[in-house]
């Protein structure tokens, strides 16, 4: 079983400081919910996570490994607010750059999880004529090929409706309960299961 500990997390943002003193446990099928108002810091805690920002204080570890071990690294699916799509490249191409990025991608996996994510026909459009719900879509598509233990996720609803979000919900539950854990920050209602909250 994998656990994520997170003890005396200390997160300063210039004169502001988000949280401090936070500590939490996180283990294998859990779904950890971060709320919390704008500008408390969930975007903040979740790229310290990922290891891409730094705390003031505090440590972070996957079963005991550190969160810039190569060991932790290679366990993290992180998945931010912004879109981070090239809009000269097509859906196909826009994941397959973004996923390849960690490894090397199995291009009938891709093509399946676009299926599954409910862009069906669009393989091959570029990404300036989707909408910003499809946009979200072409992102999270990299849930269904992640083999990651560890999903953190901001905001993954955003811009998505009702169709998009329950996808992703069932995509989450199926992840945690194969063994798997997710950490999401959110403004919406989410029915997953068995959820706990973190309020920042």
Known sequence: MSK???TDLCCQR????????????????????ITGTNGSGKTSLLKILAGLNTSEHGTVSLNEFDVNSNEYQQQIFYLGHSQALSSE???????????????????????VAIDRIGLKGYRDEYCS???A???????????????????LLD?????????????VENIIQKHCDDGGMCLFTTHQDSSLSGQKV???
């Open 4 to 6: 994520l500990i997170v």
């Open 14 to 33: 210039g004169y502001n400081q988000l949280f401090s003193d936070l500590s939490f446990e996180v283990s294998s099928t859990n779904i950890l919910r």
């Open 89 to 111: 490249l097509s859906v196909i191409e826009n994941l397959e750059f973004l996923l390849s990025l960690n490894k090397p991608i199995d291009k009938e996996r891709l093509n």
């Open 129 to 131: 004529k989707l909408s």
């Open 133 to 151: 719900g499809q946009k979200r879509r072409v992102i999270l598509a990299g849930l269904f090929i992640s083999s990651a233990k560890v999903w």
């Open 155 to 167: 905001e993954p609803f955003t811009a998505l409706d009702g169709d998009g979000i329950k996808i």
């Open 198 to 200: 973190l309020a920042l």
